[in-house]
């Protein structure tokens, strides 16, 4: 999940790791073929998915993903498809949008093809922010304005529209916050952050997910509702129309905050839906990384320094068959900028740690987290509480500690050396029993099997399972792919042991 040192020495671990063991394998399925390539490098920023061709972000796992120098050369990267790659908003859409056809502030989402979208039941789980004890607005002084993103790139990178319209717009969001400032204006490329199209999706994303459906309908009604006067005047170039609407909406919100009835929506739910997890870790990704994401196309091919995605509808798929909960604790094995580790905390609501050592991916989670604390807020949503640590996680001594209580453990090995997953089962001898470990390639030998001679591997503690995912659910490759699920469980080795005496 993120870029890593090389090789590192010095492993701490109590029991030697065991040389690597080549096997090939031949799988008889239709994906074989299409998955030659399955690590193909992609630069990918901090944990969003990387780029296919220029560097494009989009939500997921970040780990070190590229060809391996064993690997075999190269293949040509699966043809990406949107034009150019840079921020992302539209990447991290859900699939579940309906929105019609013909609405231009609408484009095609990167999905991550499954028959249905599961999540967890998290009967403890609370979502709902507990409101400041003075009872004003809540803190969000550390936000990213979407006006400060086109700000930063407005005469080069954005272009004014029509003069009807105002140069710029507040947004109310479900909480006291103090509303987001915008600047209206449009990307001259489709790939770069759109504010406009932020503001109509915002405002129908909050009716779709707070209210109940008695009170959505003045806000999504298909004939006359807000959301369709928005975009209406945004269509006509009317700015009275839009100022009009906008300010319809935002009293609207207001009204509902102050009345309690996203309080009382957010307090009946322990799930919050994965489309609504996805707009946030959006925004945040684009005020953040977005920006930032030529510092993350260095990497080294043939290095376990390579980076890639695991993308958000994977993740919270990763999510359900580990049974995470909010009461559980997660940690993601090179978090690159944190989209993991975020994710977790919004969707799940768990503790969740991230440890990453490529100072640059680090500079952007740090940058990721804080405008992650100030934007939950501003969505009037609790999280699970968050940490980032810097450094090498073989070596790293609270990481270390908190593997002995992890009941998750996320590692992207796809592109990692031989080397490096051994030392990695070393670390997973202090895991608990029945702590879960996902991977992209399996830390078990095929058809594995104690023996007297190899009764001190690691591996003998790992009961391990392959799994499935669909396409488009990692960032170096459209097509599908397998990952493994181990979990720790001492029992078969314990009873090999006994039946020794």
């Known amino acids: 999940m993120g870029f890593f040192d090389h090789l590192q020495t010095g492993a701490t671990a109590a029991i030697k790791s065991q040389p690597p063991i080549i096997r090939q394998e031949v799988t008889k399925t239709n994906t074989t073929r299409q998955r030659s390539n399955p690590q193909q490098p992609v630069a990918r920023s901090a944990r969003l998915a990387p780029p296919r061709g220029p560097l494009r972000p ?87 304005h979407a006006a400060d993103i086109a700000a930063s790139g407005a005469l080069s990178r954005y272009v004014a529209l029509s003069d009807n319209l105002p140069k710029d ?36 994303v909050v009716p779709r997910y707070y209210l109940k459906e008695k009170h959505a309908d003045v806000f999504l009604d298909e004939s006359s509702s807000i959301y369709r006067r928005i975009k209406r005047a945004l269509s006509q170039d009317s700015g009275k129309d839009l100022h009009a609407a906008v300010a319809e909406y935002n ?42 994401v030529d510092s993350l ?67 952007l989670a740090t940058l990721q987290e804080r405008e992650f604390q100030a934007r939950c807020q501003l969505w009037g949503l609790s999280t699970g509480v968050v940490h980032l640590e810097r450094g090498d996680f073989l070596t ?10 992890a009941d998750v453990v996320l590692v992207n090995n796809q592109a990692f050396t031989p080397e490096l997953n051994d030392r990695l089962t070393n670390l997973f001898l202090d895991l608990k029993d029945g702590c879960q470990i996902v991977s992209l390639k399996s830390f078990v030998p095929h058809d594995h099997k104690i023996t007297s001679r190899n009764i001190n591997s690691p591996v003998n503690l790992l009961e391990v399972e392959m799994k499935t995912y669909f396409s488009n659910c990692v960032s170096w490759t459209n097509a599908p792919g397998t ?18 005496k």
Request: glycine residues 6%; charged residues 25%.
């Open 58 to 144: 989009s939500l997921g796992s970040g780990r070190s993903t590229s060809l391996s120098s064993s690997s075999s050369t190269p293949q040509k990267p699966t043809t990406a498809r949107r034009k150019k790659s840079t921020p992302l908003p539209a990447l991290l859409k859900s699939s579940d949008d309906d929105s019609s056809g013909d609405d231009p502030d609408r484009r095609p989402l990167k999905k991550c093809k499954s028959s249905s979208v599961r999540q967890v039941r998290n009967p403890n789980r609370r979502l709902r922010a507990e409101p400041k004890s003075s009872g004003g607005a809540n803190n969000t002084s550390s936000l990213v």
């Open 169 to 204: 717009l507040t947004l109310q969001y479900p909480s006291k916050s103090l509303p987001e400032r915008y600047e209206l204006v449009r990307p001259k490329d489709k790939d770069d952050f759109d504010p406009i199209a932020e503001i109509v999706e915002v405002a129908q």
């Open 251 to 292: 009293a609207a919100i207001k009204k509902h905050v102050d009345q309690g009835t996203f309080a009382e929506k957010l307090n009946s739910i322990h799930v919050l839906p994965l489309p609504l997890v996805e707009q946030i870790l959006t925004q945040i990704y684009a005020r953040t990384v977005s920006p930032r």
């Open 297 to 363: 196309r260095k990497y080294e091919n043939g290095t376990d320094n390579v980076y890639g995605e695991l993308l958000p509808r994977f993740v919270s798929k990763i999510f359900v068959e580990t049974g995470l909960t909010s009461d559980k604790i997660f940690v993601d094995l090179g978090s690159g900028v944190g989209n993991v580790v975020l994710q977790a905390a919004l969707e799940i609501g768990c503790e969740s740690w991230g440890c990453e050592v490529m100072e640059n991916a680090c500079e």
């Open 396 to 405: 790293n001594t609270l990481i270390a500690q908190i593997l002995q209580r």
């Open 483 to 500: 990952y493994f699920l181990a979990r720790k469980d001492s029992r078969k080795l314990k009873a090999f042991m006994k039946g020794r």
